[in-house]
């Protein structure tokens, strides 16, 4: 089964084996919705979840004193494929966009393949590496993007001129 790194421990809080969790995943309140994450590859019950400014610090089963919660320091935590959340329509998982096929609408035309996604603000913005090279960068948005089939491997897109130079 496929691990999914949703965060980073940080450090330890406090004496009582809690850690901190740098959150990976835009929605930190997903920690609560959570019965157990891993830790490199070992299995951890969580026992408790609270916040401090953005920063996640949970309670471990088993990790009960400030020692055992410094040897987590700087490692990942994951989640299962089972755990990820069911994504509204028309919302897609960086990593399944990662790799797609960008098409012109109109020809047909390979522009490139998705290489990254940036979320500098309110809407994504798709980095598109083109065959020579070169990056073409179009946001996410239903002007540019009329179609995505992650099962089938491509994003159809609208460009408009000026947007490929």
Do not use: C
């Not at 740098?22 to 997903?30: A, I, P």
């Not at 401090?52 to 990790?63: F, P, R, T």
């Not at 948005?141 to 490929?164: A, D, N, P, Q, R």
Request: charged residues 35%; without cysteine.
């Amino acid at each position: 089964m496929e691990k999914i790194k949703i965060g980073r421990i940080v450090n330890a809080v406090a004496l009582r084996g809690e850690v901190k969790v740098y959150n990976y995943s835009g929605y930190k309140e997903r920690y609560e919705e959570l019965d157990r994450i891993i830790v490199e590859d070992k299995e951890y019950e969580i026992e408790k979840v609270r916040y401090q400014q953005h920063m996640v610090i949970l309670k471990l089963e088993g990790v009960n004193d400030r020692n055992a919660a410094e040897a987590m320091k700087n490692k990942d935590v994951f989640i299962t494929e089972d755990d990820l959340l069911e994504l509204p329509e028309d919302t897609f998982y960086i990593r399944d966009l990662i790799g797609l096929k960008v098409l012109d609408e109109e020809t047909g035309d390979i522009i490139g393949k998705i290489k990254d996604v940036l979320q500098p603000s309110s809407q994504d913005i798709y980095v598109v590496k083109r065959p020579e090279g070169s990056d073409v960068l179009i946001p996410a948005v239903s002007e540019f993007v009329k179609e995505v089939s992650v099962t089938e491997g491509f994003v159809k897109v609208h460009l408009i001129e000026g947007m490929m130079e």
